[in-house]
């Protein structure tokens, strides 16, 4: 089961039925049964092909929900996601997710 980021809890303690929130969903890595190949671009292909994917069925499922895939990085292994604040507990349940948490703007 994934686990939820602190923030996130606090914020769906005031959150009301019906809300959508975004969300970042940290994807679990998966070890690549194909060797890496030395050349960086064709490394960074295969690396963003094994994230598509590696997606692919968690898309389905955010969609099903009434979920909207705003975006990803197959750098970052996740995905963030606009969804209905109902729809944690079914994200929670999905084996590819390892954390749930709200997005953060990076600084230096």
């Known amino acids: ?3 939820l ?3 996130l809890e606090r914020f769906l303690q005031t959150a009301k039925p019906g809300d959508l929130v975004e969300v970042v969903l940290e994807m679990r890595a998966e070890p690549s ?3 890496l190949p030395s050349d960086r671009g064709e ?3 295969l690396l ?3 994230f598509a994917s590696t997606i692919e069925t968690v898309v389905d499922d955010i ?3 009434g979920g909207t895939v705003l975006g990803g990085s197959w750098l970052a292994s996740a995905i963030k996601v606009r969804i209905p604040v109902e729809a944690i507990d079914g994200l929670r349940s999905l084996d590819r997710i390892h954390l749930i948490d709200l997005p953060r703007k990076i600084t230096r």
């Open 43 to 45: 490394r960074a292909k």
């Open 1 to 3: 089961m994934a686990r």
């Open 5 to 7: 980021s602190p923030g």
């Open 33 to 35: 049964s194909e060797s």
């Open 63 to 65: 969609k099903h929900i």
């Open 48 to 50: 963003g092909e094994q």
